[in-house]
């Protein structure tokens, strides 16, 4: 439903300002910077090692900003429409409410691990939003965004490697669509105060819920104790790889990609 606002000015969609539905010139400009860099990795272009370093940061940024995204606009649709005037449905990755875990964090984690941590953080206004299975889609928006992302990501490589460009660029895709693989398993592991945790709070009775608010601040610090650990941790990566391996993913291409974005050792 879209309204004019009386004596003129910018129209407005159920009370909201167009323009707080506009993408941001920021998330354009990574989208711009996704393209040209996977252009020029395609072609060799300069020096591909930072080519391919563009092209999958880059892409990732542009993912973080889909996933949480996802989450505003459910949100909004389910009830709370304050969400727009905090500015998450610009895709603008600087309007999260933690810039450092949201952006810095999960890009640093990329180019030391190979790792795509869970990043962004939207805050919601749970009390506008009726009923447990809709917190729960608010949740799952997210971690479905980066399923999605996998998927694409893994049709564009089987259909399309070998029958041009750059062996680089087919390994910074594959990188990516690895990387995407990871966040979306990690996303949905019920950790407190993760996604996948936060599909589960709204069905908990209320002595958990209660318990799971106490640790949810703490959700970070719990998946990097469970990742450290040499049991769980192995038992995550070799789901994750196993499930790479089902999609196929050639496990050497995405070495390659994630060999080629550290490009200071090359």
Known sequence: MTAGRPGGGEPLVLGVPRAAFRPSPVFLALVALFAASGVMAWNRFGN??????LFVVSGWLVSLCLHEYAHAVVAYRAGDRDIAHRGYLTLNPFKYTHPLLSIVLPVV????GGIGLPGGAVWVDRHAIPGRLR??????????TNVLFTL???????????????????????????LQLT???LNLLPVPGLDGGNMIQPWLNPQWRRMYDLFAPFGFILLFALLWNPRLGGWFFDGVFAVADLLGLPPWLYAVGLDLIRFWQG
Request: glycine share 14%.
């Open 48 to 53: 591909v090692r930072v080519d391919v370093f």
């Open 109 to 112: 984690v990329v180019l030391l």
């Open 135 to 144: 917190h729960t889609l608010v949740s799952l928006a997210g971690p479905a």
């Open 152 to 178: 694409v990501l893994v049709a564009v490589l089987r259909v399309g490697f070998g029958g041009g460009g750059s062996v680089e660029f087919w390994a910074g895709l594959a990188l990516l669509a690895f």
């Open 183 to 185: 966040a979306s398993v």
